[in-house]
């Protein structure tokens, strides 16, 4: 049927014949994602004729299907101009029962004895997926939501989070987090004024079913109980991301400081969940990482801090299992072909970096991991299937993001002393963190890290002054090319050399530069001119 015989007999027809016309439109085109753009004007016209059945006092059923109507025509960002109305957002949000200010007031006054059959609930679902659609498609709606604080009447429903249906949450909770990403001035105020932080970690510690035995510690998952319920991962998911939004900046506070080691607490007891797949599981330790990369380093002690649980007696009692678990992931990432290492990896070593420059015993024990003592000398540090491989590889990855984050990681991890790094690394592939640091004539990072030593093995102690500092191996003997040339011979030869060099440096291509004394770079004429660049300790002639 098309779109001018369904205007013009929706303007004539009661509830009944308009839920029929609606629901042959819907049925036609329930897997239309993309639409004709002559029809544009007919279809928001539709919208407008479907909002206003919505306005009046019509049945549950010519509501869902009023709805549906609106979710297939959502999908198009150019009609949504009747819907992106205050008057439009209002219907929605009451067919959501997403209530504000007094009445949201009220309305929790009798949310306990508030039940809804399962069509009104089928209402609630479809009015919150066009409101997703909506705010998702058109900046208009966004401001609209934002001055009818729909982000309100949300926190309001997050309260009662206990009593949600599975779709009810997720799209409460997509709804929020798409609110709290597209309008970046709206964080603040679900902060400050409706306490979402708060709510969003007590709709996740319902969620994922937290018990907890001590302070900051929960019950760990049961090695028999089945895997996580997809729906609460999901929920658990939408959940994640609208915190991950909220908390881009913080405020520090005591309270502050309270909620988000109930948070990291939480995100440790998700990292130690089983779920139904394995990409739901990488999904969950994404989110996790994301989440936990926004806040304070100083709180990941509660990641190895568990009391009751008790740990490792090496790593001074900390339970180091979340830490595996990070580590399991981030080696995933970096086998995983054709994937985006700026947006998969980065947030991990960031993560893991971070960790071990404030936590001791993170450190630790990921350098055991990822750094064991040497000892093959005979095969180049990038060669090999081990992590430490890996991610000596990355060293030279083409993305520079990627690069840095490597290098920064295996830096730390070596306490950031050069000749630890280079001795894991070889100097060809650190060459570019240590220009960036400004470390070329060696030395240390500006992080203070205890004074314990590490032990090299017998055999690296052997192997060591046959070791190619560049390349960071032993390499096979190689035939002297200027063995058997005489003083004549090789003196033409490095004329020859000098002189291409100084053609391509009167062309621009190249060129030649110095290490100042502070181990930065600086042009050749620069260094060999600057008189603090010899040792000011000798007595000149």
């Not at 919150?128 to 998702?136: G, I």
């Amino acid at each position: 049927m098309d779109l001018d015989s369904i205007l013009s007999e929706l303007n004539t027809a009661d509830e009944e014949e308009s839920e029929k016309l609606l629901l042959q439109y819907n049925r036609e085109n329930s897997l239309t994602f993309k639409f004709e753009q002559r029809e544009e004007t007919l279809r928001s016209k539709l919208c407008q004729s479907v909002l206003t059945v919505l306005g009046r006092q019509v049945r549950p059923s010519c509501q869902k299907t009023c709805l549906e109507t609106l979710r297939i025509l959502s999908r198009d960002k150019h009609v949504l101009s009747p819907v992106a109305t205050r008057e439009g957002m209002l219907i929605l949000g009451r067919m959501a029962k997403l209530q504000t200010g007094e009445e949201a007031g009220d309305n929790q006054k009798n949310s306990q004895g508030d039940t809804r059959s399962d069509e009104e609930e089928r209402v609630v679902v479809e009015a919150l997926k066009c409101l997703c659609n909506v705010v998702f498609n058109s900046p208009a709606a966004q401001q609209v939501s934002v001055e009818v604080e729909l982000a309100q009447g949300l926190c309001n429903n997050l309260r009662t989070a206990g009593t949600w249906s599975h779709e009810v949450g997720l799209f409460t909770l997509r709804l929020l987090f798409l609110l709290s990403a597209l309008r970046a001035d709206l964080r603040g105020v679900l902060k400050k004024e409706w306490d979402a932080v708060k709510l969003l970690t007590e709709v996740l510690e319902h969620t994922l079913d937290v018990r907890w035995v001590g302070p900051y510690e929960a019950a760990p998952p049961d090695p028999q109980s089945l895997c996580m319920p997809a729906e609460d991962n999901d929920r658990a998911m939408e959940a994640l991301k609208a915190l991950f939004n909220l908390t881009l900046s913080y405020t520090r506070g005591e309270e502050d400081d309270h909620q988000f080691r109930l948070i990291v607490a939480i995100l440790r007891h998700l990292l130690m969940q089983k779920t139904e797949t394995e990409e739901k599981t990488e999904e969950a330790h994404s989110h996790s990482v994301n989440l936990l990369n926004n806040l304070p380093v100083s709180c990941l002690d509660v990641l190895i801090d568990l009391p009751i649980q008790g740990g490792q007696e090496k790593y001074g009692g900390k339970n180091m299992d979340a830490v595996q678990v990070l580590l399991d992931f981030m080696e995933k990432r970096i086998d995983k072909q054709g994937s985006n290492y700026k947006e998969g990896l980065t947030p991990v070593l960031s993560l893991l970096t971070e960790g071990s420059r404030h936590h001791r015993e993170i450190r630790r024990y990921i350098k055991a991991q990822v750094l064991p003592p040497l000892k093959d000398v005979m095969i180049r540090p990038e060669i090999g299937s081990a992590v430490r491989n890996k991610l000596v590889r990355l060293m030279t990855h083409v993305d520079m993001g990627v690069k840095q984050m490597a290098a920064e990681f295996l830096f730390v991890l070596c306490k950031e002393s050069v000749d630890n790094l280079l001795k894991y690394t070889g100097y060809g592939n650190a060459a570019g963190l240590l220009v960036a640091r400004g470390l070329l004539a060696g030395g240390r990072g500006e992080t203070q890290y205890s004074e314990d030593e590490d032990s090299d093995t017998e055999e690296y102690k052997t192997a060591k002054p046959f070791i190619n500092p560049i390349t960071g191996h032993v390499e096979e003997p190689m035939p002297n090319p200027i063995e058997e040339m005489s003083e004549e011979q090789k003196e033409y030869e490095a004329q020859i050399l000098f002189n291409m060099f100084e053609e391509l440096s009167r062309q621009n291509m190249i060129r030649p530069m110095g290490v100042r004394p502070d181990g930065t770079l600086a042009p050749l004429e620069e260094t060999l001119c600057d008189p603090n660049a010899g040792d000011s300790g000798l007595d000149s002639d």
